[in-house]
């Protein structure tokens, strides 16, 4: 991080502060990683990207510490969900550290079951990815699961949730037409 000489350095706690409000900076789309299985599981994530078309893999970042992490290691496939800007909820809804787990937190948010492997998907995104995980990479604190996505379903009409600076947004109007 560049810091001005005659400053002095700031405590590391301030560090990730400033590092996350910079990452924030960069708006990104939101989505839903799930898996399935005898204990699903699904995490609100902004940390995914496309990654090749042939073969056809995404990623997605994942706190070491987080329960996704954990699921992700055991198992073979996942779904991601990529939010319209409706979906707002449901962003809130997976990313609640207090909300049921397992079958249980899909009770309230419509899901659907991938064609290929079976993992819940959120209907009414704008995108869904059935992946199997191809390669785990080390990111530091985060894991970077690549996945080969096996099935989509895409609603090219569809509007997307964004998250910048920390909120979430929806493209404006203006905008959409000054892009087209």
């Known amino acids: 991080m560049q810091r001005h000489p005659s400053t002095?350095?700031?405590?590391?706690s301030e560090q990730i502060k400033a590092l996350r409000r910079a990452f924030?900076?960069?708006a990104t789309g939101v989505t839903v990683v799930t898996t399935g299985?005898?204990?699903?599981?699904a995490m609100t994530a902004n940390s995914f990207t496309s990654v090749s078309l042939d073969p056809p893999l995404l990623l997605v970042c994942i706190d070491k510490r987080a329960v996704m992490h954990q699921c992700l290691t055991m198992t073979r496939s996942f779904g991601v969900s990529v939010l319209a800007s409706?979906?707002?909820?449901?962003?809130r809804h997976f990313s609640n550290r207090y909300?049921?787990?397992?079958?249980a937190q899909f009770e309230d948010v419509g899901v659907m079951p991938?064609?290929?492997t079976g993992v819940p998907l959120i209907k009414g995104?704008?995108?869904?990815?059935?992946?199997?995980?191809w390669r785990c990479y080390d990111g530091g604190d985060h894991s970077i699961f690549i996945g080969k996505v096996v099935?989509?379903?895409?609603?090219?009409?569809?509007?997307g949730l964004l998250v910048y600076k920390g909120k979430f947004r929806e493209i404006a109007a203006d905008l959409r037409e000054v892009l087209a």
């Open 8 to 12: 002095t350095p700031p405590e590391p």
């Open 125 to 133: 995104s704008i995108a869904n990815f059935e992946c199997e995980v």
């Open 24 to 26: 924030g900076t960069f």
């Open 99 to 103: 909300r049921a787990l397992g079958a």
């Open 151 to 159: 099935s989509l379903c895409l609603d090219p009409d569809a509007e």
């Open 86 to 91: 409706h979906q707002e909820g449901a962003a």
């Open 114 to 116: 991938g064609m290929v």
């Open 37 to 41: 299985g005898d204990v699903p599981h």
